[in-house]
């Protein structure tokens, strides 16, 4: 009995690290071993482009994500990492989720190859009230599909407590 479960939470660790590194951290081999007549996952090439405001110690984000293609995406998933601790209770949107004390991670729904996906809009409050908060948004999965080009889906933005919006 203890034998199984060792091995089943060894085999959950060896899955974990296996998702950890998928699709959306390749690079340019769509997970597989390589060599010949290796199977190359579709490419995809995700975007976010937004905006958020820092007022009174609440944030709100948008942003609408991209896919330039050139295969479509079932549906990928972006996290949002704060460099402050957020409230302890927060109102999320639906696909939305607490993953951590300053991350959340939202689904991004279907994006069709060179196609827009639906705009996502959030709120959150921060712990504290901070003068300036750091958000950095990055895809973690990308429905299956390879990006090769990582620069334009890891964006980090300063947001200072003005009530301006800052673009990404």
């Not at 190359?40 to 994500?65: K, Q």
């Not at 295969?71 to 949107?93: M, N, T, Y």
């Not at 958000?135 to 407590?161: H, K, M, P």
Request: proline share 6%.
């Amino acid at each position: 009995m203890r034998r199984t479960r060792v091995l089943a939470v060894w085999g959950t660790a060896v899955l974990a690290a296996v998702a950890a590194a998928g699709p959306a951290g390749a690079t340019g081999t769509g997970g597989a071993a390589g060599g010949a007549g290796a199977a190359r996952a579709p490419e995809a090439d995700l975007a976010y482009h937004g905006s958020a405001v820092l007022s009174g110690g609440r944030v709100d984000v948008r942003f609408t994500p991209r896919n330039h293609g050139p295969s479509a995406v079932p549906g990928a998933s972006v996290q949002l990492r704060w460099s402050v601790p957020l409230a302890d209770r927060l109102e999320l949107p639906a696909g939305c989720a607490r993953t951590g004390e300053r991350v959340l991670v939202c689904g991004t729904g279907p994006l069709a190859a060179d196609g827009f996906g639906e705009q996502i809009r959030l709120g959150v409050t921060l712990r504290d009230r901070p003068t300036e908060v750091t958000l950095e948004l990055d895809t973690v999965w990308s429905g299956g599909t390879v990006d090769d080009n990582r620069a334009n889906d890891r964006e980090q933005v300063v947001i200072l407590a003005t009530g301006d919006p800052y673009s990404f």
